[in-house]
């Protein structure tokens, strides 16, 4: 049982956005907070592993535009560039 209060200041505009996101998610403001501190904790930085898979989705990219590039196009690099960056974007969209 949790038995135990720690208080701090925000803006009305980050409560608000706090608010917001504990409707949105149905989750008690409390709960989404812990979460978030839990998650800092452990070092899960919220949006690393979107900036991650950003990135794949950029190197990927950059990989079927140098396969387009070279002459001729070899065929296993161009369906393996497209494969690896259409499982990245899919990623995204998860």
């Known amino acids: 049982m949790k038995e135990k209060s720690i ?4 803006s009305n505009d980050e409560k608000a ?5 504990a409707l949105l998610t149905g989750r ?8 978030a ?15 991650r898979i950003w990135a794949d989705v950029r190197r990927y990219s950059n990989a079927l535009l140098h ?4 002459r001729p ?3 296993l690099h161009l369906r393996a560039a497209c494969t690896n960056l259409r499982n990245a ?3 995204l969209v998860q």
């Open 73 to 75: 196009i070899n065929i």
């Open 37 to 51: 501190v839990v998650d800092a904790m452990r070092g899960d930085v919220p949006g690393t592993e979107a900036r």
């Open 28 to 35: 008690p403001m409390s709960e989404i907070l812990r979460l």
């Open 89 to 91: 974007a899919q990623q």
């Open 7 to 10: 208080r701090f200041r925000v």
């Open 17 to 21: 956005k706090i608010e917001d996101f």
């Open 67 to 70: 396969v387009i590039d070279t």
